[in-house]
């Protein structure tokens, strides 16, 4: 499975903007993180269309969570940016070639189909037990107190 790049931005945007002491401009994630403005500015569109944050205008303008990070699991904001789609996709290859089977023999998935999609649940249950809180907090052991706080008065110019 492949994620798109935006997802990872997405979640690092959430767990800073858990740590913020208000809103942080686009601009100024995109240049914390080092990455595209342009390509950044959707994964928080994204992130905004799903209600996990929203922005605000003016001159102390920017992003903020819309609930607590305790609130937000990484699944949220996989879903957010990539959408709910199952990554597999069954195509029913059994009913092609010279043996195919007709559509009343395809009628439960067939083993491929199943693993896949047990696999799938068990990654999405995984991500679904893991929220902004926990990664800001994993984070919090890396960092001291002094870079924590030099990091939030950077965000806030």
Sequence with gaps: MKLAAGVEWAIHCCVVLSRADGPVPAPRLAEFHGVSRTYLAKSLQALSRAGLVSSTEGRVGGYVLNRLPTEITVLDVVLAVEGDAPAFRCTEIRQNGPFAASPEQCVRPCGIAAVMAKAEQAWRDSLA??????????LADLVTPDEARAVREWLAQ
């Excluded at 037990?129 to 994993?138: K, N, P, R, V, Y």
């Design 129 to 138: 037990a893991t929220t902004i809180a926990d990664l800001a907090a994993s």
